[in-house]
């Protein structure tokens, strides 16, 4: 048994607990709370004191694409490569191009350098979209958490049911992954790269399987151009490139969320990415059908598509965690860079959130999202020891410290981080 103890004890489920303990056994947390009562009830315990330092959960990074971590760099034409004023459909474009060209090797270069970018900013467990079996292999070496999402990308029926096929082989496979820390989704990519007869069976399957379903939605005006007339850039651009041919879908007159719901897709609660997008009639649904949302606005701004409407999320409650998204569309992996961000963004458009509330969104709601809130998320009893000590040694005494971590922390103030009791970095 091990006791640590800090300045500062953010359980994420309570308030902060200055002179703040955390005993351990192994893997699990057996008790939290003052240092002096937690010495008194195990004398005999190994003792870890940090005096300048918070103890809080590691942080959950809900929406990630670790195998584009090379993709920065990749041309998606001759003579151009990707810029800040990409096109979206360009930008997609280019990243089924970069997966269709890039190797195994250099995949599992790519996710191994992202997994180690989110140990080395204190995350300890990623929700992470897909193509590349290989990253299994790399988490159980790396010891990270995570919930691992296989990707379905394709329109064409006949390919469409290769690539549902193989993922859900993924998903057979590895439901049964002899891990403590890996556990596996599914995710069609989007709806307009999905056939509506896989959203239907795919909803079916989670339901049934009791798995947790990902999606990319109403991430883009040319997403809503789509689906309302059948034009724009996804039917002269994108359809060609991923099977559809020159046969396109009807106008549908709806928004994405709609069309999700008239299909049955979001009766299985789903998890959505991004959602810029959005009429307060979509929210609605969401709220009607208790889906789960990831906010990425560093990469919503990247992309140029706008910011989503957190005024209006946040009156419905809508239940949100933040993701950096992939390197593919964003500069780090940092979830810290990401909070100082949406904490930047969210006030100007008056769903100003806390700094608490945020760190939440990286901590107990990211578990929420995940359905991983049983085991991580917070510090207390009963759950794993996955865990964060940050150098708050420049913190006044006077100052919110949650508002004093947003605002301070980059990757060399993360003096240790713990997952299922095991070291994954510390700095002596």
Known sequence: MKIISAKYLLTMEGDPIVGGAMAIEGSEIIDIGKESDLLARYPGAQREDYINHVLMPGLINAHTHLDMSHHKNYPFDPVRTLGADTPFVDWLISSIDYKKRT?????????????????????????????????????????????????VLSYD??????????????????????????????????????????????AKYVQGANIPLMMHVAESFSEMEFFYNSTGDIATKLFPVIGWGEDLPPAFRKTP????????????????????????????????????????????????????????LKAKNVLLSLGTDGLASTNTL??????RFAMEVSGGQGGRFSAEELLKMVTIQAARVLNLEAEVGSLSVGKKA???????????????????????????????????????????
């Not at 599992?108 to 897909?130: F, K, N, P, Q, Y």
Request: glycine letters at 6%.
């Open 334 to 339: 940092s979830l810290w860079d990401e909070l």
């Open 157 to 202: 029926s006949a390919v469409a049911k290769d690539l549902y096929e193989m993922a859900m082989a993924i998903v057979d496979k590895y439901s049964d992954f002899d891990s403590d820390l890996v556990s596996v989704g599914v995710a069609p990519y989007s709806p307009y790269t999905v056939s509506r007869n896989i959203l239907k069976i795919m």
């Open 386 to 428: 996955d865990y964060i000590l940050v150098d708050a040694s420049t913190c006044p005494e006077n100052e919110n410290i949650f508002s004093h971590l947003i605002q301070n922390t980059k990757s060399y103030h993360i003096h240790q981080v713990v997952v299922n009791g095991e070291v994954l970095k510390t700095v002596n």
């Open 103 to 151: 190797s195994p090797e250099r995949m599992r270069e790519a996710v191994e350098e992202g997994l180690d970018a989110c140990i080395e900013s204190g995350t300890t467990c990623v929700g992470d979209m897909g193509s590349f079996e290989g990253i299994f292999h790399s988490l159980e070496q790396k010891g990270v958490r995570a919930v691992i999402f296989p990707e």
């Open 257 to 312: 969320v709609e069309y999700l719901d008239e299909v049955g897709f979001l009766a299985a609660s789903p998890i959505l990415a991004c959602c810029v997008q959005m009429t307060p009639g979509d929210i609605d649904r969401l709220v009607k059908n208790k889906v789960k949302m990831v906010w990425c606005p560093r990469s919503n701004y990247y992309l140029k598509q706008g910011l989503a409407p957190l005024k209006q």
